[in-house]
């Protein structure tokens, strides 16, 4: 159905439109490296929204994939399958793996009354901004998904974000939490919380229940998560009453963070919010030990991997940080989803993997209630959202196309993260 001429030519256009704008967007200059360039398209969009063909129009090159009764729906996951974030991707396609498993075990997704199976195609952007934009090009037209699940990291879904935008083909991204991301256009979907809660949330944690005075922050000034997560935590520490007392830059994958962590030490701070990535976060605690630092470290949900104990081992004992679920913490959608998870993949499942999980559960369920699998009419049951009992929570997709839900506390004692305590959103 969708491969006439006229249509094919619409998508090579927008191929070479789209992947232009993404290399522009990630600042590359290799413009010979954009598929189809010289395509000479005139239907460019310009913002990534305007001016695009909306998915599901007639003459839609994408986003309008409807299958045929007993078809397989098509959908799509981009993330970073290796890399230095390497467990993000992985435990968030084995959420969305576990998802579609039930999903084709019941006989497929209902929609209209007939059931299709699933088909999921997940595209590895290693963790970096700059292939956002290939791939997800790469799953819209070539592989012609339904919708697509991803990125984790915010400042790769701010990549992806506008080629699903320019073709009119729903994205949610599972778990990137800065609000620029669903800004986007009407046709990107979280089903996380967004930083500005997240920031505050860490922030009376801090001073409501540590009862600390003086934080200095270590950031990563390239990564949209974390300069977002910082700028959030530190005006609601403030307001709560507290100084930062120093606020120092890293660049993701460094060596060495001693001359931050020097400077952090002679600002004398009672505990240092490191809104980062694991793998840095492991170092950094590593190499803040070494030069004495003993005050407590919090992080945000990027600490969220299994890698971070392992490497960091006892240099983040006693250490906190926010994130969107703890597998400890009593709930029967919690117990039954770990349960299954480590049934299928052994090992505990950390939030991402549980976020993928809901993302997917919650692209079925609009599925199930929409008029049809055009971009637009998935678009209107993504919307539709409400109350879905998630591995995460409760989820209501709001008129920002995010989730509004609790953040949970988690804390490093003896060798574990144990759930300390749940901050209900206002
Ligand atoms: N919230 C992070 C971001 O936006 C990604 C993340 C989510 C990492 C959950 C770990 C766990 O970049």
Known sequence: MLGSHLVQALKLGMLAAVATMAIGLSGCEKKTETPAAGTGSTTAPKDGTAGAPAGGTDAAPAGG????????IVIGHYGSLT?????????TDNGIKLAVQEANAAGGVMVNGKKHKIRLISEDTEGKPEKAGTVVTKLVTKDEVTAVLGEVASSVSLQGAPVCQAYGVPMITPSSTNPDVTKVGDMIFRVCFIDPFQGKAAATFVSKE?????????????????VGLKDEFGKAFVAAGGTIVSEQAYTKGAADFSAQLTRIRGDSPEAIFIPGYYSDVAN??????????KVPLVGGDGWDSEELGKNAKTAIEGCFYSNHYAPDQASPEITAFVGKYQKEFGGIPDGLAALGYDAAKILFDAMGRTKSLKGPDLRDAIAATKDFKGVTGSITINEDRDAVKPVVIVERKDGAWKFRSSIAPE
């Open 83 to 91: 890399g230095s974030e390497a467990t993000f991707g992985k435990s």
């Open 284 to 293: 950094i605690a590593m190499q803040a030990r070494k030069l004495d630092l």
């Open 65 to 72: 994939a409807t299958a045929a009764s007993g078809e397989e």
């Open 210 to 226: 540590l009862k600390l005075k003086k934080v200095a922050i270590l950031f990563d000034q390239a990564s949209a998560y974390s």
